[in-house]
């Protein structure tokens, strides 16, 4: 792209990216004018709906025109590429300044919160709803009699009140990023209006005024918070505050709608009580500062740690190497490779705990920020998933969506002739698979095509690290759902799912790691991870990752649920459905499947803990894994992926 001339500008270099679009600097080939291009991504320039919510995003932010929004000066497809040039920036997102200071003086921040509710205020006037509020998305730049004049940005997911034509999301689909979403985002509410606007800004000023968020921890916990949390005063975190500004946030963030600020224009009013400044009225020439973006903060790779010295304690049961005496006997050679071995395991387990430990932090602040790569449910399946759920859709109207894409169209006919769901009759049409197997387990194949793929990761290190991934998902949601029997009170077809789902969050973890390596192996000449390390980094990870990917591609809330809580048994629940998929594991482990030799001792005690949670027996277990390996075999066989280098094109957005 560098180079390239992109509607009369050329592309001078990469400012930052997201899910939807990067961003480049460019240059007027004519006048020389600098602006910033953000092109859609090519992975989703064919999905119709990308391409008009992007499309979309300029005609909103043109339509609005506020000076504290940046403006758009041109959109259009150029190149093969569609495009939206906005005006230069210089100076740092709010996200960028809380990293550097943890949180800021009351004063700065009402005067940002006035003109964020100014420029929102505007938006709302328009009928336009942002939807994406967050520090990252507030650019604070300088004006000689004005510093710290605030833009807000990214209007790419802002929802059209009232339209009636323009891109929609699907009824229920969460759109925004977790840490700052409204309770009715979270409820997926297509109704929501500008309160929930008003709700973001107040976490927004929340974080500023006292450096951390009012609920914390995985996107599981930060949703959950929202619906049912209660947050704590700010005063309660910072002492210092007034009184006032307290008030005002603590409205902004009321769980009902009827409860918070009804406009921004009414929060405005009362931030202007409080001190808060209106912003500037510049002319249309003097908006427009002719800078620079600043690019985004570079997340350095974990550095290599070195091997553990006298001030790091030693593992359980590790034996401490004395220092030789002038009179020691020396060891055996075989004794020193012992202890050396020894050595090198403890290394590789600080290691491991100092990098996972830096990769969560990575990973939890990509997440809150919604910039993490996850894989995407292919568009088809996202149409078909949500006719499924239309009481008034009809098989004919699925089998006519399905036969859009030739693979997932002959997966379905395969799948509906397999043992598994066929009759005596062969299925030759999509129409007569669909029928014969049923919406509701429609869905859960769909769901499982495209998990299938994201397994099967286009990078070779990936693969040959997991391989044989597959099979012990397969084998843990098999079993999962067939110790159901013996478990009341438990959906099988969550289970299988949660089963089938537990590990899909590792191919994008450790893509994320290989991402981090790669950059480092351009400046040293070795990779700063070990194969082990790497392993044990992943394994640290991964549940988070996998609970969020469950909930974007809309399996049930219990489904991700389980994915997160999977490493440990809740003893307060009993039987589970989390519970149900640890024991499976444990089992599918103790079976040989899995794409690691089992630690006897621990999978052991996983399988007999497991049992007394469930309150299963032995027998039962027992006749539950009875020819698991076998039954697997046949699922792999039925549900096989195309020939190698068959067409995989509907999940080419997918990790690796």
Same mark, same amino acid.
């Given at each position: 792209m560098i180079g390239s001339t992109l509607l009369n500008y050329r592309i001078v270099s990469q400012l930052g990216a997201g899910g939807l679009g990067t961003v480049f600097l460019g240059e007027h080939t004519i006048i020389g004018r600098k602006a910033a291009l953000k092109v859609l991504n090519a992975a989703v320039s064919h999905d119709e709906g990308m391409v008009q919510r992007f499309i979309a995003e300029a005609r909103a932010v043109n339509t609005i025109r506020h000076p504290n929004i940046v403006d758009v000066t041109d959109y259009g497809q150029?190149?093969?590429?569609?495009?939206?040039?906005?005006?230069?920036?210089?100076?740092?997102?709010?996200?960028?300044r809380l990293e550097k200071v943890d949180r800021l003086e009351e004063h700065h921040v009402i005067s940002m919160l006035t003109q964020a509710a100014s420029a929102l205020g505007a938006a709302h006037e328009r009928g336009i709803v942002h939807r994406d509020l967050k520090?990252?998305?507030?650019?604070?730049?300088?004006?000689?009699?004005?510093?710290?004049?605030?833009?807000?940005?990214?209007?790419?997911?802002?929802?059209?009140l009232g339209a009636s034509a323009g891109p929609k999301t699907t009824p229920g689909m969460?759109?925004?990023?977790?840490?700052?979403?409204?309770?009715?985002?979270?409820?997926?509410?297509?109704?929501?209006?500008?309160?929930?606007?008003?709700?973001?800004?107040?976490?927004?000023?929340?974080r500023m005024l006292t450096g951390r968020l009012p609920f914390e921890g995985n996107v599981m916990q930060l949703m959950q918070g929202h619906l049912n949390g209660t947050v704590t005063p700010l005063r309660a975190h910072v002492p210092s505050l007034s009184e006032a500004i307290e008030v005002v946030v603590m409205k902004?963030?009321?769980?009902?709608?009827?409860?918070?600020?009804?406009?921004?224009?009414?929060?405005?009013?009362?931030?202007?009580t409080l001190g808060g400044r209106a912003p500037v009225a510049f002319s249309a020439e003097e908006a427009k500062p002719v800078v620079k973006v600043a690019p985004q903060a570079v997340i350095e790779p974990p550095k290599p740690v070195q091997a553990p010295t006298a001030s790091i304690p030693p593992p359980a049961g590790a034996v401490p190497a004395a220092a030789p005496s002038a009179t020691a006997k020396l060891p055996a050679k075989e004794d020193t490779r012992v202890f050396q071995t020894m050595r090198e395991e403890q290394a590789e387990r600080v290691q491991a705990i100092a990098v996972a430990s830096r990769m969560k932090d990575i990973i939890t602040k990509r997440l809150q920020a919604d910039t993490l790569k996850l894989p995407a449910l292919p568009e088809v399946a996202v149409k078909c998933l949500e006719l499924a759920h239309d009481p008034e859709s009809s098989f004919g109207e699925v089998a006519r969506l399905i036969e859009r894409d030739p693979f997932i169209a002959s997966r379905v006919v395969r799948l509906s002739n397999s043992p598994v769901y066929g009759g005596l009759a062969r299925i030759s049409s999509v129409d007569g698979a669909v029928s014969r197997i049923g919406m509701k387990t429609l869905t859960t194949v769909l769901q499982e095509l495209a998990a299938e793929q994201v397994f099967a990761s286009k990078d070779a290190t990936i693969r040959n690290a997991?391989? #044989? *991934?597959?099979?012990?998902?397969?084998?843990? @949601?098999? &079993?999962?759902? /067939?110790?159901?029997?013996?478990?009341? #009170? *438990?959906?099988?077809?969550?289970?299988?799912? @949660?089963? &089938?789902?537990? /590990?899909i969050g590792k191919p994008v973890v450790a893509a994320l790691l290989l991402e981090v390596e790669r950059g480092t192996s351009q400046k040293s000449a070795s990779a700063f991870l070990s194969g082990g390390v790497w392993r044990r980094v992943v394994e640290e990870c991964h549940r988070e990752v996998g609970a969020i990917i469950a909930y974007r591609w809309y399996l049930p809330q219990e489904v991700a649920q389980a994915i997160a809580q999977l490493d440990?048994?809740?003893?307060?629940?009993?039987?589970?459905?989390?519970?149900?998929?640890?024991?499976?594991?444990?089992?599918?482990?103790?079976?040989?499947?899995?794409?690691?030799?089992?630690d006897v001792e621990t999978v052991t005690r996983v399988i007999l803990q497991g049992r007394q949670v469930l309150r299963v027996?032995?027998?039962?277990?027992?006749?539950?894994?009875?020819?698991?390996?076998?039954?697997?075999?046949?699922?792999?066989?039925?549900?096989?992926?195309?020939?190698?280098?068959?067409?995989?094109?509907?999940?080419?957005?997918?990790?690796?």
């Open positions: 150029s190149n093969g590429s569609f495009v939206i040039v906005m005006e230069l920036l210089e100076g740092e997102t709010v996200g960028q520090p990252e998305n507030l650019f604070l730049t300088s004006y000689p009699d004005y510093p710290d004049f605030l833009k807000v940005l990214d209007f790419g997911i802002a929802k059209l969460i759109i925004g990023t977790p840490a700052y979403m409204s309770p009715e985002q979270v409820m997926g509410d297509e109704g929501l209006d500008a309160r929930s606007d008003v709700y973001s800004l107040g976490l927004v000023a929340y902004c963030l009321a769980r009902q709608p009827d409860a918070r600020f009804q406009s921004m224009k009414e929060l405005r009013r009362e931030l202007f997991f391989r #044989g *991934i597959w099979e012990h998902c397969l084998g843990v @949601a098999t &079993l999962a759902r /067939d110790l159901c029997q013996h478990v009341s #009170g *438990i959906d099988p077809n969550a289970a299988y799912l @949660a089963g &089938l789902f537990h /590990d440990t048994y809740d003893l307060k629940r009993g039987r589970s459905t989390a519970n149900v998929v640890r024991l499976s594991n444990g089992l599918c482990q103790r079976e040989g499947l899995d794409v690691k030799a089992p027996s032995e027998e039962q277990v027992e006749l539950s894994v009875k020819g698991l390996a076998h039954r697997v075999q046949s699922l792999t066989q039925e549900k096989s992926t195309e020939p190698e280098g068959g067409s995989t094109r509907v999940f080419e957005r997918s990790v690796g």
